[in-house]
Each structure stands twice: as structure tokens, then as C-alpha cells.
Nanobody, 113 residues
Framework: QVQLVESGGGLVQAGGSLRLSCAAS????????GDWYRQAPGNERELVAR???????NYADSVKGRFTISRDNAKNTVYLQMNSLKPEDTAVYYC???????WGRGTQVTVSS
């Protein structure tokens, strides 16, 4: 069973940066895409960024040019570099491996104005 553990969340002022990490157990990581989702209070969970097993990326329009997703297959880890953060980026951020439907428990990101 694949387990995902997110880290790197926290409180930051608007305009600041954070780097989220998601470490995966097992051997499935390198053949799965890796996704970052977020969910703000009262909102549905939304896809923020995806990186395929081959390294292709795509982003939600709201984060394009500010967020960068990357992966390190040797470390079974997917990252989300978040720059120029805005208060509307405040949410719980979740990692997902769609190949196996595995989810992490989430990490809170709070951006103050």
C-alpha cells in the first residue's frame, strides 16, 4: 500500500515562498504521475499542478507562472515550489498519485495579507 507524507506548509506573508514536499513509499512512484491538490474552507478540492512520469507538467490557471512542480524519482518525492504567494492560495495542500489513488493527509498553507 502506497503512503504519501506531505511537508513544508506553514504561515507566510503575501509575496513570500514555500516549498512543499511529498514523499511516497513503495515502488510505484516512478511510473505514476504526481499531483498537488488544494482545498480551502467551503471549497471543493482542486487540482493545482500535475507532473507526469515523464516529467511533463501542467498547472491551474490561477498558479501559472508562480508555482513549479518537480519530482525526484531517486527520492520518491514530488515537490511544489510556490512563489509570489497570495492570500487566496491559503488552503490545505494534498499530494496524490493518480495511478493508485493514493492521497496524503495534507499540509496547511496560510498566506497572510
Amino acid at each position: 500500500q502506497v503512503q504519501l507524507v506531505e511537508s513544508g506548509g506553514g504561515l507566510v506573508q503575501a509575496g513570500g515562498s514555500l516549498r512543499l514536499s511529498c514523499a511516497a513509499s513503495g515502488n510505484i512512484f516512478r511510473i505514476s504521475a504526481g499531483d498537488w491538490y488544494r482545498q480551502a474552507p467551503g471549497n471543493e478540492r482542486e487540482l493545482v499542478a500535475r507532473i507526469t512520469s515523464g516529467g511533463m507538467t501542467n498547472y491551474a490557471d490561477s498558479v501559472k507562472g508562480r508555482f513549479t512542480i518537480s519530482r525526484d524519482n531517486a527520492k520518491n518525492t514530488v515537490y511544489l515550489q510556490m512563489n509570489s504567494l497570495k492570500p487566496e492560495d491559503t488552503a490545505v495542500y494534498y499530494c496524490n498519485l493518480p495511478l493508485v489513488g493514493a492521497w496524503g493527509r495534507g499540509t496547511q498553507v496560510t498566506v497572510s495579507s
